[in-house]
């Protein structure tokens, strides 16, 4: 398949497709012209079998995770601290991060939901009307929180460790120090 098709296959856009292969992240393709070949406008060229291949590799279970593999949502204590926009329904209730709803939806809500911009960590702390959307992002926030405490750990005991086998901390016990 050209380019053009591919993207139509996928459901992209041929500037999509494009920007995906000059970072290395899209679907293998097949270079028009041998070794050696020179010009810069080469063809390139999909195979159904590779697309669809790449279309399993990517496969998600939430809008989180999809968010988190592009790089678009938060995976450190930096991120969860940072202000994100939610839109926000009658009732003050969350309904889900703007970042995360497909632009169609987008359009649609304009004008229907206010927006708010809050930090993830204190959207987690309000009330939502979406159960599994808020389940998904108070599960993130406990996997990124699980992790640091387990690194604060390690470096607390990695310190004592060292304070323990330390020249100066065994001469201070002796002296009574």
């Known amino acids: 398949m050209t380019t053009s098709e591919a993207a139509i296959f996928l ?5 999509a497709l494009e920007a995906m292969r000059a970072k290395g992240t899209g679907p293998v393709y097949i270079q028009g012209g041998g070794r050696g070949s020179s010009g810069s406008n080469q063809k ?17 279970s939430s809008t ?3 968010a988190v593999r592009k790089g678009q949502l938060f995976t450190t204590l930096a991120d ?13 209730q969350i ?8 632009a ?13 911009w809050l930090a ?9 009307s979406d159960l599994e959307s808020h389940r998904e992002l108070v599960g993130s926030l406990t996997d990124i929180l699980a992790r640091e405490l ?4 390690s470096g607390l005991e990695a310190s004592e460790l060292a304070a323990e086998s330390s020249p100066i901390a065994h001469s201070n016990h002796r002296n009574g120090i």
Request: charge should be negative; charged fraction near 25%; hydrophobic fraction near 55%.
């Open 11 to 15: 459901r992209s856009s041929v500037s």
């Open 44 to 60: 390139c060229l999909y195979e159904k079998a590779d697309l669809l291949a790449w279309q399993r590799a990517n496969k998600v």
């Open 104 to 116: 169609r939806l987008v359009i649609e809500r304009l004008g229907l939901y206010d927006i708010e």
């Open 64 to 66: 989180v995770e999809a």
């Open 80 to 92: 969860i601290a940072a202000v994100e926009a939610f839109w926000i329904d009658a009732h003050g």
């Open 120 to 128: 993830v960590a204190d959207a987690a702390a309000k009330a939502w």
């Open 150 to 153: 387990t690194r604060g750990r």
């Open 95 to 102: 309904v889900g991060m703007v970042e995360l709803a497909p």
